[in-house]
């Protein structure tokens, strides 16, 4: 049965597996754990293999100690299709050349020049919201993440085209998993661009594109990617779009799950409220006031515990590789998805109980037992960026209002490239 140190299914079971991964990747992952452990081997093809493995150890060895022999997965094509030679898809020189320009936008001292932006962004629609009324929290922090990235990173007002952007996203995501498991999945534009609605999804995101790259006052970010020299219109179309779309959607999934927990979990909630009114004193925070929230940040943490956007990470291994005791032979997939590594009961007690404290200081974990922002070289650009801003929004939120879930609404989750709420998420907004 397979390569030694992993358990699974044998040729013809596996089929009926891969039938339902097309279906529902994340609950067939986690139906795969449960059966064989947390090292799973699913044959694919005449003589290749798909390794599901969810110990830290493995992700440390994937992403990091090893890192030099794994390339993302053929399950990012169809991603690869519409981000291009961006950050999150390329890879080899191009990646390199790409990381370089784009990182130090993202280093500390830029970092507490956006938050002013960051603040306002969020005061902004909290102001709009009328008191005790019911709202889309999903849809609302996903046009107050995406206004964010759009004036920090490249100085455009955006928020006007939250709603189309979701659409958009709505499409490709789904259109990203059933290609995946098409035969021959592809990485190429113009396959996808046929499909109707992915077609449409596409443009209108060019577009926005086109309107970022050609408006007026750029941004920073815009300004150290044209100067560069580095990149061709293509890969500046890539690059922007990339940026624009894993710089909000990710983010606004996150919060969105927070809000969903805090509600379920009033006790976490009111200690939150206490601290941003001893913190902030009644005034809008600011970025040297993060340091001194640790139990709002100790929330986000632990609700992308539970709830990673982010949820798997892929890749395809160069070379015969032995991963924690596991023969990985060259040409396998490996999964190692942080939403099953996060719930390793192995490391994380109580691994479906939401408890912050696991994220106030003096608590130990493996270092790769938790890895939201993933790890490596490939690690997130934007981390750094994303926990400042959802720590603001979040506080300058619950500084003046609560968002509540609407009782008896059961919140159902959607799993393609990213882990989030499916649908509307109704929450009444309380002036406190
Ligand atoms: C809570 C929010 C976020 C989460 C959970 C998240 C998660 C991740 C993860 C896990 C990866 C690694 C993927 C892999 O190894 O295959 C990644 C990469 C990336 N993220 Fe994020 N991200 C978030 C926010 C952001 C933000 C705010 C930005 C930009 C403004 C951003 C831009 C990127 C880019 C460009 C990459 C590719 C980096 C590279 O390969 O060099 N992300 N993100």
């Given at each position: 049965?397979?390569?030694?140190g992993?358990q699974g299914?044998?040729?013809?079971?596996?089929?009926?597996?891969?039938?339902?991964?097309?279906?529902?990747?994340?609950?067939t992952?986690?139906?795969?754990?449960?059966?064989?452990?947390d090292?799973?081997?699913?044959?694919?093809?005449?003589?290749?293999a798909?390794?599901?493995l969810?110990?830290?150890?493995h992700?440390?060895r994937?992403?990091?100690?090893?890192?030099?022999?794994?390339?993302?997965a053929?399950?990012y094509?169809?991603?690869r299709?519409?981000?291009?030679?961006?950050?999150?898809?390329s890879?080899g020189?191009?990646?390199?050349?790409h990381?370089?320009?784009?990182?130090p936008?993202?280093?500390?001292?830029h970092?507490?020049g956006?938050?002013?932006?960051?603040?306002?962004?969020?005061a902004q629609?909290?102001?709009?919201?009328?008191?005790?009324?019911?709202?889309?929290?999903?849809?609302?922090?996903?046009?107050?993440?995406?206004?964010?990235?759009?004036?920090?990173?490249?100085?455009s007002?955006?928020?006007?085209?939250?709603?189309?952007t979701?659409?958009a996203?709505?499409?490709?995501?789904?259109?990203?998993?059933?290609?995946t498991?098409?035969?021959?999945a592809?990485?190429?534009?113009?396959v996808?661009?046929?499909?109707?609605?992915?077609?449409?999804a596409?443009?209108?995101l060019?577009?926005?594109?086109?309107?970022?790259?050609?408006?007026?006052?750029?941004?920073?970010l815009?300004?150290?990617?044209e100067?560069?020299?580095?990149?061709?219109?293509?890969?500046?179309?890539?690059?922007v779009?990339?940026?624009?779309?894993?710089?909000?959607?990710?983010?606004?999934?996150?919060?969105?799950?927070?809000f969903?927990?805090l509600?379920?979990?009033?006790?976490?909630?009111?200690?939150?409220?206490?601290?941003?009114d001893?913190?902030?004193?009644g005034?809008?925070p600011k970025?040297?006031?993060?340091?001194?929230?640790?139990?709002?940040?100790a929330?986000?943490?632990?609700?992308?515990r539970?709830?990673?956007?982010?949820w798997?990470?892929?890749?395809?291994a160069?070379?015969?590789?032995?991963?924690?005791?596991?023969?990985?032979?060259?040409?396998?997939?490996?999964?190692v998805?942080?939403?099953?590594?996060?719930r390793?009961?192995?490391?994380w007690?109580?691994?479906?109980?939401?408890?912050?404290?696991?994220?106030?200081?003096?608590?130990?974990?493996?270092?790769?037992?938790?890895?939201p922002?993933?790890?490596?070289?490939?690690?997130?650009?934007?981390?750094?960026?994303?926990?400042?801003e959802?720590?603001?929004?979040?506080?300058?939120?619950?500084?003046?209002?609560?968002?509540?879930?609407?009782?008896?609404?059961?919140?159902?989750?959607?799993a393609?490239?990213?882990?989030?709420?499916?649908?509307?998420v109704?929450?009444r907004?309380?002036?406190?």
């Amino acid at each position: 049965m397979g390569e030694r140190g992993a358990q699974g299914p044998g040729a013809v079971e596996a089929f009926r597996w891969w039938g339902r991964m097309a279906w529902n990747p994340l609950d067939t992952y986690g139906a795969l754990a449960r059966r064989y452990g947390d090292a799973v081997r699913v044959p694919f093809g005449r003589n290749r293999a798909f390794f599901l493995l969810s110990r830290p150890e493995h992700a440390e060895r994937i992403l990091v100690a090893n890192q030099d022999n794994y390339v993302k997965a053929f399950t990012y094509r169809p991603l690869r299709a519409v981000l291009g030679d961006g950050l999150l898809t390329s890879e080899g020189e191009t990646w390199r050349q790409h990381r370089r320009v784009v990182q130090p936008v993202f280093a500390h001292r830029h970092m507490v020049g956006f938050a002013p932006q960051m603040v306002d962004t969020a005061a902004q629609a909290v102001g709009r919201w009328p008191d005790g009324v019911v709202l889309d929290a999903a849809g609302e922090l996903r046009r107050l993440t995406l206004g964010i990235v759009g004036r920090a990173l490249f100085g455009s007002q955006l928020e006007g085209e939250a709603e189309r952007t979701g659409q958009a996203l709505e499409a490709l995501q789904r259109g990203a998993v059933v290609g995946t498991f098409m035969p021959g999945a592809t990485a190429k534009r113009s396959v996808y661009q046929r499909v109707p609605r992915l077609g449409s999804a596409l443009e209108y995101l060019d577009g926005m594109v086109q309107r970022v790259v050609g408006g007026s006052s750029g941004g920073e970010l815009l300004r150290l990617l044209e100067e560069s020299g580095r990149f061709n219109e293509a890969e500046l179309r890539d690059e922007v779009l990339t940026l624009l779309l894993a710089g909000h959607e990710t983010t606004a999934a996150s919060l969105a799950w927070t809000f969903v927990l805090l509600s379920k979990y009033p006790a976490a909630r009111d200690r939150l409220e206490d601290e941003v009114d001893e913190v902030l004193g009644g005034g809008e925070p600011k970025a040297e006031d993060v340091d001194r929230l640790p139990w709002t940040k100790a929330v986000l943490s632990e609700a992308m515990r539970l709830c990673p956007p982010a949820w798997t990470i892929e890749r395809d291994a160069l070379e015969d590789d032995v991963v924690d005791g596991v023969e990985v032979p060259a040409g396998s997939t490996v999964a190692v998805p942080p939403y099953l590594i996060h719930r390793n009961a192995d490391v994380w007690p109580n691994p479906e109980g939401f408890q912050p404290e696991r994220f106030m200081s003096g608590q130990k974990h493996h270092r790769y037992a938790y890895l939201p922002f993933g790890g490596g070289r490939r690690i997130c650009v934007g981390a750094g960026f994303a926990m400042l801003e959802a720590t603001l929004v979040l506080a300058t939120i619950a500084r003046t209002h609560r968002l509540d879930l609407v009782p008896g609404v059961a919140v159902s989750s959607r799993a393609e490239i990213t882990f989030r709420p499916a649908g509307v998420v109704p929450m009444r907004v309380i002036r406190r």
